[in-house]
């Protein structure tokens, strides 16, 4: 015998709403919307991180990005001239900041990229004009500690004698300047010490990476603070 | 006060006459100024009732409707049309070309003489004809017609099936809704609208139809094509129906006609059931836009509130319940008709 009453009940739901406040509707342009901590707007580009590995150009799937490079004089080096992202085509995947080895990519939160014209929505990075500087300057660090490196050792050899140069001293005591490659700031170096301290292992292997191979030594030197940090921070929330 | 209207009237046919017309020319002259008065009452309803229904849809969703031109956006009604006036005309090329061409014109011109019946106050009906309410309902099922030609004219799948909708629907829902009017007619013993209105100076015929009343809501909803019965212009199924090929001002006409019968409607339906004209403090034709609006925001509550209701269950609904409670109601009316009399009598 209810017949009518679902609809009654749903008028009753509707008229309730009509007379709610509206909180639901952003009104645009004079209200800005909350945008989320990972929304993903426009796809910026740092010039100083990249090394031209080509590893973004080859994960993107819709061919977006496009990478500009010449070789430098006297030598192998790859240098990046331009950096061409053609925003019209990308579909937001973050592939290409997923496979970055250098942080070279990041999102903004700019949303309003309409454009007149199609070609006024590619970015188009030039080289910078400090980017040959800041290259020499980086080469030359590197090369200073490089010699650094090799001083200390051999005056190690001197020292020690040529049997204990694998057992060294320990990553504390290696100079600054490795230190500060190895972690960067001096927050981090104070983390890395901290785990190091625990695992001895770890310890001698990076120690032995420092001599042979300091990138890779760089790259385990940082997964080891991000993974300590990651630990501090849940740690912390629970 | 009441009397404003009709006073203005003689007032322009005794000045007319003074001025040397026969009583005859002078009479046409002021039967077109009602006509101007009427098509202009009609174009600011549409304009108005866009908006509303825009904003009280937007309210029942949780949003807030237009609010960017003018205050709470009242004036978007105004650039919509100004935009629709200025858009290209355009006649598909394989369509049959007159009966495309005149179907909206002869929709608005139908949706319009609706209105010529209605008495808006005491003797202030354009033309009060004695079979008013016949008048009215045999013109308002003539839309479907122009509903038809615009859907056969078109010359497109979709047009087609969404005019032969409209046609199965208004065929199925027409006879409910005159069977649900007779008891009506028959309490108050007349076909002339501002007969019944008068009829109802101390009850209204809400109280002694309320089946009626029902019946006759539900099937306005459907002739009107609108609500959840809004089959033949469907726009998930049928893109929008029989008004597909339709641009411009043409589409404009449709879309003005449909607002012009939705308030031609509810105001017949004030005058049936809602006692037309009477009401305390305000001024009699006052009374019949309030109420009219009332109920038309009823008509956009529904509208905005239910989903589409499918064709088979739309037919079926007519033709086993309402065609049935709808005869139910002349049997009871007659009834009480008898009994009221018996009583009396004693």
């Known amino acids: 015998m209810a017949y009518g009453l679902g609809l009654l009940k749903g008028m009753w739901v509707t008229l309730k709403h009509t007379f709610e406040k509206k909180y639901l509707v952003v009104q645009y342009p004079e209200q800005r919307p909350v945008l989320q901590e990972r929304f993903r707007g426009t796809l910026c580009f740092r010039f100083e991180n990249c090394i ?23 030598g192998n080096k790859r240098k990046l001239m331009a950096y061409v992202i053609d925003m019209q085509y990308c579909m937001y995947c973050n592939l290409c900041v997923e496979s970055c080895n250098s942080s070279a990519l990041y999102w903004n939160k700019e949303f309003e990229k309409s454009t007149f014209d199609k070609e006024s929505i590619k970015i188009i990075y030039e080289r910078p004009r400090y980017m040959d500087e800041l290259e020499a300057q980086r080469e030359a660090e590197k090369e200073r500690i490089r010699q650094e490196k090799a001083q200390a050792v051999s005056a190690k050899k001197d020292t020690v004698g040529e049997s204990e140069i694998s057992a060294g001293p320990s990553v504390a005591e290696q100079p600054k300047e490795i230190l500060a490659e190895l972690a960067g700031s001096e927050e981090n170096i104070a983390i890395l010490l901290q785990v190091l301290a625990k695992n001895t292992v770890t310890h001698d292997k990076l120690l032995q990476m420092i001599d042979s191979d300091m990138e890779k030594a760089k790259k385990v030197a940082l997964a080891l603070v991000r993974k300590a940090l990651k630990d501090r921070h849940e740690g912390g929330k629970e | 006060m009441d009397l404003w209207f009709t006073n203005i009237a003689n007032y322009i046919v005794q000045l007319l006459m003074s001025w040397g017309f026969p009583y005859f020319w002078a009479d046409l002259i002021l ?11 009609v174009v600011l309803d549409v304009i108005i009732l866009i908006w509303l229904e825009r904003k009280a849809a937007g309210f029942i969703q949780m949003r807030l409707g237009p609010n960017r031109l003018g205050p709470f956006g009242i004036f978007q009604t105004i650039a919509d049309a100004i935009k629709l006036m200025t858009k290209e005309d355009i006649i598909p090329n394989k369509v049959d070309k007159w009966i495309f061409l005149t179907a909206p014109l002869f929709m608005i011109f139908i949706s319009v003489m609706l209105y010529l019946v209605l008495p808006i106050g005491e003797g202030l009906a354009v033309v009060d004809l004695d079979v008013g309410l016949l008048y009215f309902l045999s013109l308002s099922s003539l839309t479907t017609i122009c509903v038809l030609m615009a859907g056969w004219g078109s010359n497109n799948k979709w047009s087609l099936m969404g005019a032969m909708r409209a046609v199965a629907q208004m065929i199925t829902y027409e006879v409910p809704l005159i069977l649900s009017l007779l008891g009506i007619v028959m309490i108050t013993g007349s076909l ?8 109802q100076s101390h009850v209204w015929l809400i109280i002694m139809q309320p089946l009626a009343l029902i019946c006759y809501f539900i099937a306005a909803t459907a002739e009107l094509n609108r609500g959840p019965f809004d089959m ?86 007519s033709w086993k319940v309402l065609i049935p409670l709808s005869l139910l109601n002349i049997v009871l009316t007659g009834f009480g008709i008898e009994i009221f009399a018996w009583v009396r009598g004693l």
């Open chain 1, 52 to 74: 031209a590995c080509n590893l973004c150009v080859n994960s993107c799937p819709n061919k977006v990005l496009s990478l500009d490079v010449a070789k430098a004089e006297g």
């Open chain 2, 31 to 41: 039967l077109l100024i009602q006509w101007m008065c009427v098509l202009a009452i």
């Open chain 2, 192 to 199: 002339r609208l501002s007969d019944i209105v008068a009829a």
């Open chain 2, 232 to 317: 033949p212009e469907a726009e998930q199924e049928l893109t929008a129906g029989a008004y597909t090929e339709y641009t411009g001002m043409r589409w404009a006409l449709f879309f003005l006609a449909e607002y012009t019968n939705l308030v031609a409607v509810s105001a017949l339906f004030v005058c049936l059931f809602l006692g037309g004209w009477h009401g305390p403090f305000l001024p009699q034709w006052l009374w019949i836009p309030v109420k009219t609006y009332v109920v038309i925001c009823v008509f956009f509550w529904i509208k905005w509130t239910f989903p589409r209701i499918r064709m088979d269950h739309l037919m079926s609904f």
